[in-house]
Structure formats: C-alpha cells, structure tokens
T-cell receptor, first 114, second 114 residues
Framework: GAGVSQTPSNKVTEKGKYVELRCDPI?????LYWYRQSLGQGPEFLIY????????DSGLPNDRFFAVRPEGSVSTLKIQRTERGDSAVYLC????????????FGEGSRLTVL | KQEVTQIPAALSVPEGENLVLNCSFT??????LQWFRQDPGKGLTSLLL?????REQTSGRLNASLDKSSGRSTLYIAASQPGDSATYLC?????????????FGQGTELSVKP
C-alpha cells in the first residue's frame, strides 16, 4: 500500500477483555515495528520483526502482550486480559530493511480500557 | 541506559521567527538520530535522518545538526509558519543491528501564531 495502515483507529474495551490490533506495512518493507505512546510522552519500543520472525521483543511489558507476523507482511499485536494501564496509542512502523534507516509510521490505534 | 531529553517541552512563537529545538542523549554510542513531526491524533512523519558519521542534514526550511560527542542535536526551523505547529520528536538509534529500535524524547510542542 501507499502507507502504513493500522486498524482499528479506535478501540474501547472493558478491563479483562482480549484485543487485537492490526498493522499493514508498506509493500516490500521487510522490517516492522510496534511502539506504544502514552499521553504526553514519546513512543516506546515494543517489538521488531525482520520478515516473519521477532528479532527483538525486549520492549513487550509482560506476557499478556504478544505479536505475530506469519507471512512477513501484516502483523497483529495481541493483548490478553487488558488492564486500564494498557490504554495508549499503539503505533506501527515499517522500514525497507532491518538496517537502521528511515521509519514510516502509521496513524496508530488508540486503545481505551475502561 | 540511553535517555533522550527534549527542551523546551512547549514553545510558542509568532509567525516568521527562526527557532531552535534541542535534543540531548546520554549515551553517545548512537547509530543515527531522527527528527519526527506529529500532528494531534496522528502518527509520526519523518523529517530528517542523520547518520552518526554526519554533522547535519537539511530539508527545505529545516536543518538538523548532530554533535555525537556532546550528546546533542538541534532542529532549526527557519521563517516559521502556522502550519509548522505540531509536536516535534527526536529519536536515537542505538546500533546497526538494532534496526528501527529507537529511543524517543518526550517531544517539543510547537505553536506558531499568525
């Protein structure tokens, strides 16, 4: 696609529910990243995929968070047993290769946990 | 642990002024540094990418400089316009093999008054 696409743009859920957030990167980009941004803060790294594999998942806050990228394109961030503290904007980015270069971000998925 | 700080947190200027946004980082062993723009409720747009071997990059009215040894970068905006109003984020990349794993500052919220 022309840019990084994220769905849903907004998600409101209740504490304890399961949530999936989807990211469709720029066509041909092999590297995909998930970041989380809380209000008034800069984004924080969660996980980085190179192709289908998670090259670095050191930013995932706990085992309730999981992400997949089964075919090396679309990625899904999965959050189990959501908590109010998970409320944030989840940003996805892609880059052409895994080499440190320019990142292209989507507009984010705003998650609100009631 | 790398920490990135941006000063000031907010800035309001009249249209036409030249201005400087500051970014500092604690660990000088960076691979690159990027400046991003974020409009309210939107994702991040890459403005300038400076590799660690470079001293500056320019794009239109924007000029970013990097002094790795002192852990500082500045973003210079010439002849500011109301359309420049946004939050500006600085982010550093730690190593070649860390791809787009960036450490962000908290951002500077810029308001340019007509």
């Amino acid at each position: 696609g022309a840019g990084v696409s994220q769905t849903p743009s907004n998600k409101v859920t209740e504490k304890g529910k399961y949530v999936e957030l989807r990211c469709d990167p720029i066509s041909g980009h092999t590297a995909l990243y998930w970041y989380r941004q809380s209000l008034g803060q800069g984004p924080e790294f969660l996980i980085y995929f190179q192709g289908t594999g998670a090259a670095d998942d050191s930013g995932l806050p706990n085992d309730r968070f999981f992400a997949v990228r089964p075919e090396g394109s679309v990625s899904t961030l999965k959050i189990q047993r959501t908590e109010r503290g998970d409320s944030a904007v989840y940003l996805c980015a892609s880059s052409l290769t895994g080499v440190a270069g320019e990142l292209f971000f989507g507009e984010g998925s705003r998650l609100t946990v009631l | 642990k790398q920490e990135v700080t941006q000063i000031p947190a907010a800035l309001s200027v009249p249209e036409g002024e030249n201005l400087v946004l500051n970014c500092s980082f604690t660990d000088s062993a960076i691979y690159n540094l990027q400046w991003f723009r974020q409009d309210p409720g939107k994702g991040l747009t890459s403005l300038l990418l400076i590799q660690s071997s470079q001293r500056e990059q320019t794009s239109g009215r924007l000029n970013a400089s990097l002094d790795k040894s002192s852990g500082r970068s500045t973003l210079y905006i010439a002849a500011s316009q109301p359309g420049d109003s946004a939050t500006y984020l600085c982010a550093v990349g730690g190593a070649y093999n860390q791809g787009g794993k960036l450490i962000f500052g908290q951002g500077t919220e810029l308001s340019v008054k007509p």
